[in-house]
């Protein structure tokens, strides 16, 4: 829990931000994790047992599910921000599309004793990062409550999520595969590449290998960059070598916000490479790699 918050708006996330502990401290964050449940046991995202526990449950691929924070915990987070003198909370979630989290929260700010602003960032990972850094940039603005959450609003609109997986298996067994249902009877050689569009995972197109996935995630992420100050998150599971392959070249084709011109794709502000968390992780299986990428608001 985030303390010294007398007196001004507080911003609320949750774990599938993939924002580091130490990022969200700095910001100002309170982050709300959520669960994944293998077999019998429950354990918390973020923690080291959760990562182990689902990276050898996929290895042995016995089913992993999710759980999101119920409303009573919410309130729990909002009565003790409430009591350490928060006067407001902005509180950015995962899409709701894809979990019940948004709800959860929406629920919780109806009891609220100090009043809460609930957005649907409508992404995942550091696509709502981004979404509730912006709500805490805004805080340090001295913005308004509605000023705060407008900001998360906006910079979610503003950013894009392209990923690819090794297969759709995992996304099938937890219902999160929207159209991209009509991928599954592809030939086995045909990788899928998907985006999230509305908060829905939607396909993208296909290619044959994991290597041409790489390229084409590089490829589309410069089109989606243009000339933008952009800040770029490269995410995986379990594919270190192919994430910092794919930060690499995107950094080599970003210059960076001190060097940019007029000529150039865009300017790279901040480039992230993170591994997602157990819940994304059950979500779409071992091999995961996705890039975000989030224009910077003025």
């Known amino acids: 829990m985030v303390r010294h918050v007398a007196g001004r708006t507080v911003v609320v996330t949750d774990s599938t931000a993939c924002l580091p502990p130490e990022r969200a401290a700095a910001a100002g964050i309170t982050v709300v994790p959520l669960q994944v449940v293998i077999g019998t046991e429950s354990y918390t995202e973020g923690t080291p047992k959760a990562r182990a526990a689902l990276m050898d449950a996929l290895r042995r691929r016995q089913p992993a599910t ?10 729990a987070y ?10 407001g909370i902005v509180s950015v979630h995962l899409s709701a599309e894809l ?12 009891s609220s004793p100090i009043p809460v602003e609930v957005v649907d960032s409508r992404s995942v990972g550091m696509g709502l ?3 509730a850094l912006a709500a805490a940039r805004a805080v340090r603005h001295g913005e308004t409550l509605s000023g705060c959450a407008a900001a998360a609003a906006k910079r979610a609109t503003m950013t894009s999520a392209f990923f690819y997986v090794d297969t759709l298996e995992y996304l099938r ?7 991209a249902q009509a991928l599954l009877g592809s030939a086995l050689a045909v990788k899928p590449l ?6 829905r995972v939607e396909p993208l197109e296909k290619v044959r290998t994991a290597a041409r996935a790489i390229a084409r995630l590089e490829q589309v992420a410069l089109e989606r960059a243009g000339h933008d100050a952009v800040d770029v998150a490269v995410h995986h599971l379990g594919s270190i070598p192919r994430a910092e392959l794919l930060a690499e070249r995107l950094r080599a084709q970003l210059p960076s916000l001190a060097n940019a011109t007029e000529d150039d794709f865009g300017a790279l502000g901040d480039l992230t490479v993170s591994e997602v968390g157990a819940v994304l992780g059950a979500h779409a299986g071992p091999g995961l790699l996705g890039v975000i990428v989030s224009p910077r608001l003025p």
């Open 99 to 110: 979990s019940a989290t948004h709800e959860s929260a929406q629920l919780a700010a109806a």
């Open 129 to 131: 990062g981004y979404a």
């Open 78 to 87: 909002f009565r003790e921000l409430a009591e350490d003198g928060a006067t």
């Open 66 to 75: 999710t759980s999101r924070p119920s409303p009573e915990q919410f309130a």
């Open 173 to 179: 067994r937890g219902g999160r595969i929207g159209s």
């Open 194 to 199: 998907l985006h999230l569009v509305d908060g």
